[in-house]
């Protein structure tokens, strides 16, 4: 509530004004009605429909995420996941994995090729449930 003499606002069931301290009439808080939940657009709807149409293709994104590890993501929008699987995929998959299957004369291959197919199969999973978490980007 305003004080009368001052101006200043109090809480509404202040005694004293904390501005000048002038004793303030003694009143029931105003009821100030809340605002209206319809005003709200409705929980779980986020995008208007028609509003928003996808902007990147599924199919484009495995492509590039089978072509190389982190394309995928990249290309999804998560530039950061993708370059850190980018650069861990290269350095792992790439610099240690191949030279270690010819060092070993291809037995390495059993090891990396398991490592290789859990690092797709983890990579892919993740990034299918990432885009169909938005349907309003991917198509
Ligand atoms: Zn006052």
Redesign the pocket.
């Known amino acids: 509530m305003k004080?009368s003499?001052?101006?200043?606002s109090n809480r509404p069931n202040a005694r004293f004004?904390r501005?000048?301290?002038?004793a303030l009439p003694a009143q029931p808080a105003p009821n100030v009605p809340k605002a209206a939940p319809s005003s709200y657009p409705p929980a779980g709807v986020p995008y208007a429909a028609g509003t928003w149409q996808p902007t990147k293709d599924k199919a484009i994104a495995y492509i590039l995420e089978i072509l190389l590890l982190g394309l995928g993501w990249i290309y999804a929008g998560e530039t950061g996941t993708g370059i850190a699987i980018l650069v861990g995929w290269i350095i792992v998959g790439l610099m240690i994995g191949i030279p270690v299957d010819l060092a070993t004369g291809g037995l390495g291959c059993l090891c990396t090729v398991p490592m290789a197919i859990v690092a797709y199969g983890l990579s892919l999973t993740r990034l299918s449930k990432y885009m169909n978490a938005r349907p309003h980007i991917f198509r």
């Open positions: 004080c003499s001052c101006g200043a004004c501005g000048c301290g002038e």
